[in-house]
């Protein structure tokens, strides 16, 4: 039997979330959303167990019928709602970005990845929490911090200043990256081949 150092040993493994990717958003952030969204936002990412199933539109997706939201069709210029898959969280900021109308997207802050940089620098405004947001498990229970960092990434016509201010009310303070169109890169033309470089005594 394996000993351990006081405040070493493993936690016992977690039995309310069997499939690691149903972490739900907690009732204040919902609450954030809602008063942002008005009631009846549009859920792609539905899930009977959650939180959000009593707020959201009754024709959201439920991701527990094998229904895939990041393809199916949203409805055009209703405000949606979106708490994906953190392990599918490039293909959801991709989809997110595409939708025609407001969207707050609850995703993980990798902000150097491929996604961020093409759908999100540019075009979205990012809200970011202080310190890591306490999911809530299928069991109904609110759970200890998240793994990562995360952040609420906004297309479209969102007012982002009560969203913000909301989520403070809610005891969830952060700060807020407006959208900024990226400077144009000034491409330094490649120095030709035969060309030396100029040495450091070089006057």
């Known amino acids: 039997m394996t000993e ?3 405040g070493f040993a493993p936690s016992p493994p977690r039995t309310h979330d069997a499939d690691g990717d149903r972490w739900f958003t907690p009732p204040r952030v919902l609450a954030a959303v809602t008063s942002v969204l008005g009631a009846g936002w549009f859920d792609p990412c539905g899930d009977p167990a959650s939180p959000a199933a009593a707020l959201c539109a009754p024709a959201s997706f439920d991701a527990r019928r ?8 949203w409805p055009a210029g ?4 979106a708490n994906p898959p953190f392990s599918e969280a490039s293909r959801w900021i991709r989809r997110c970005s595409t939708h025609r109308g407001p969207v707050i997207g609850l995703f993980p802050c990798r902000m150097e990845g491929a996604a961020w940089h093409d759908h999100v620098w540019g075009v979205a405004t990012v809200v970011l929490p202080r310190g890591r947001l306490r999911f809530v498990g299928t069991d109904g229970r609110t759970h200890g911090c998240a793994m990562i960092g995360t952040a609420f990434v906004c297309w479209g016509e969102v007012d982002v200043e009560l969203f913000s201010l909301r989520l403070r009310q809610g005891g969830l303070d952060n700060v807020v990256l407006r959208a900024m169109s990226p400077l144009a890169s000034a491409r330094v033309p490649a120095r030709p081949r035969n ?3 100029p040495s450091s005594s070089s006057r």
């Open 78 to 81: 209703h405000p949606v709602y």
């Open 66 to 73: 094998g229904e895939d939201g990041a393809e199916l069709p």
């Open 4 to 6: 351990y150092l006081p």
């Open 195 to 197: 060309e030396r470089e």
